[in-house]
Structures are given as structure tokens and as C-alpha cells.
């Protein structure tokens, strides 16, 4: 089993930044994709970014190209989410998750991607 421990969210203002951090524990071995979703109040969970390990296929959501970026330390098992120039509408409870795709690297790194073990989640809220 896979454990997944997410930390990094708070509240900043308009325009700042966070970093979400997450860690995958246990059976590391079965990870190979590894990705952000986000769920506000009374929205349906969204697929921020993912990225399939050891290789650069990454996947943004339309709305946070360019101001976040995804990226892995394999050695820690540690897959990061940098979030920049934040708005209100970025408010929400994000979680990670890790799935194992086997050479899927395409649909890893793709907005059908749906995540399989899932972190607790670590609230954002970005006030205007």
C-alpha cells in the first residue's frame, strides 16, 4: 500500500505563492504517476497537474498554465506542486495522488488521468 502525506497549503493573499509538498510512503515501487487535483466548495474535483515519473510528460488544467509547475524527487518520493500568482479562484482543498499507469506515460500526463491512492488534502485559501 501507498501512504500519501500532503503539506505545504495556508492562506496568502492575491498574488502570492504557495508550495505543496507530498510524500509518498509504503510501496513507492508501485508509483509511477503522480499528480494534484483540487475540489472547491460545491465543485467537482479537477485535475490540476500530474506528471509520470522519469520523464517530462507533464499535464496542466487550462487554468493554472503558467503560474504552477509540477515536479518530482524520486530519490524522496516527493512530488511538489510550486503555485504562483494565485487568485481567490485557486481556493480550494487540494490533494495528491499516485496511480500506477505501467508505460501509460500519455494518459498519466492527460486530463482523463483520475488519480487511484489519495493524500488527506491541504486546504489553499487565496483571499482577493
Known amino acids: 500500500q501507498v501512504q500519501l502525506v500532503e503539506s505545504g497549503g495556508g492562506s496568502v493573499q492575491a498574488g502570492g505563492s504557495l508550495r505543496l509538498s507530498c510524500v509518498a510512503s509504503?510501496?513507492?515501487?508501485?508509483?509511477?504517476?503522480m499528480g494534484w487535483f483540487r475540489q472547491a466548495p460545491g465543485k467537482e474535483r479537477e485535475l490540476v497537474a500530474s506528471t509520470y515519473r522519469g520523464r517530462r510528460n507533464t499535464y496542466y488544467a487550462d487554468s493554472v498554465k503558467g503560474r504552477f509547475t509540477i515536479s518530482q524527487d524520486n530519490a524522496q518520493n516527493t512530488v511538489y506542486l510550486e503555485m504562483n500568482r494565485l487568485s481567490p479562484e485557486d481556493t480550494a482543498m487540494y490533494y495528491c495522488?499516485?496511480?500506477?499507469?505501467?508505460?501509460?506515460?500519455?494518459?498519466?500526463?492527460?486530463?482523463?488521468?483520475?488519480?487511484?491512492?489519495w493524500g488527506q488534502g491541504t486546504q489553499v485559501t487565496v483571499s482577493s
Open positions: 509504503g510501496d513507492t515501487y508501485t508509483i509511477n504517476c
Open positions: 495522488a499516485t496511480d500506477w499507469v505501467g508505460g501509460s506515460y500519455k494518459y498519466c500526463a492527460s486530463r482523463n488521468w483520475g488519480g487511484k491512492t
